[in-house]
């Protein structure tokens, strides 16, 4: 999150220890926002006093990972089939969704990539980007995403990425993947793409997965 001016001046007029501190804080403030924003869509709400909520010892939360498994409605989905044994060279699978302030600061804490282009606005503001920007690993699950929407059930083989351009912090994003050769045995290589709402692309790569019939089919 973009720390107050304030803070800047403060930081910068402050001996470097200072200052460290100062960004160490910012982090953990991020953290805490990322984690309020995950307890509130499970239905917790923090207390007072303390960091965030935790359920009881030994408490299940089925509802959320049921919201997580199928969606949210901001994110979009078009395929070009739903039938697993009709799959070949030319389906495709897109997914789009906005890579929100939220998704930044939680992936911050969960990768633990604090890397300060994604965090501070005052520290992005002088680099090449003139801004903060989202984690390029962080954009490029949504090609993770697409492909989990084929029909069936698939699994990574391997994956490459070129990244070809920055994401802004709430531009929504959108992945392609195009089957582009059967390797049979459920083998498939795909071609990989995710641009932005200018449909300039930001990443480019190639993914090779297996995509097995559902188990519940």
């Not at 460290?20 to 709400?45: D, I, K, P, Q």
């Not at 912090?169 to 959108?174: K, N, W, Y």
Request: hydrophobic fraction near 40%.
């Amino acid at each position: 999150m973009s720390s107050h001016p304030s803070d800047v001046d403060d930081a910068r007029s402050a001996p470097p220890d200072d200052h460290w501190s100062s960004v160490s804080r910012h982090v953990l403030n991020s953290y805490r926002e990322a984690n309020n924003a995950l307890l509130a869509a499970m239905g917790f709400r923090p207390t007072a006093g303390s960091d965030a909520a935790r359920p009881a010892a030994g408490t299940t939360v089925e509802t959320a990972a049921a919201e997580v498994a199928f969606g949210d409605e901001a994110w979009v989905m078009e395929r070009s089939t739903d039938d697993h044994d009709s799959l070949g060279v030319g389906d495709y699978v897109r997914f789009s969704k906005p890579i929100a302030d939220t998704d930044v600061t939680a992936f911050a804490q969960v990768s633990g990539d604090t890397n300060r282009l994604h965090l501070e606005a005052e520290f992005a503001d002088d680099t090449q980007f003139g801004g903060r920007i989202a984690h390029g690993t962080l954009v490029a699950g949504t090609i993770s995403a697409a492909l989990a929407r084929l029909p069936g059930l698939t699994v990574y083989l391997s994956q490459n990425l070129e990244f070809t351009g920055p994401v802004e912090i709430g531009e929504t994003v959108t992945a392609e993947c195009e089957i582009v050769e059967d390797l049979g045995g459920d083998r498939y290589r795909l071609h990989t793409t995710v641009v932005d709402e200018d449909d300039d692309p930001v990443i480019d790569g190639e993914a090779v997965v297996i995509i097995n019939d559902h188990p519940d089919e």
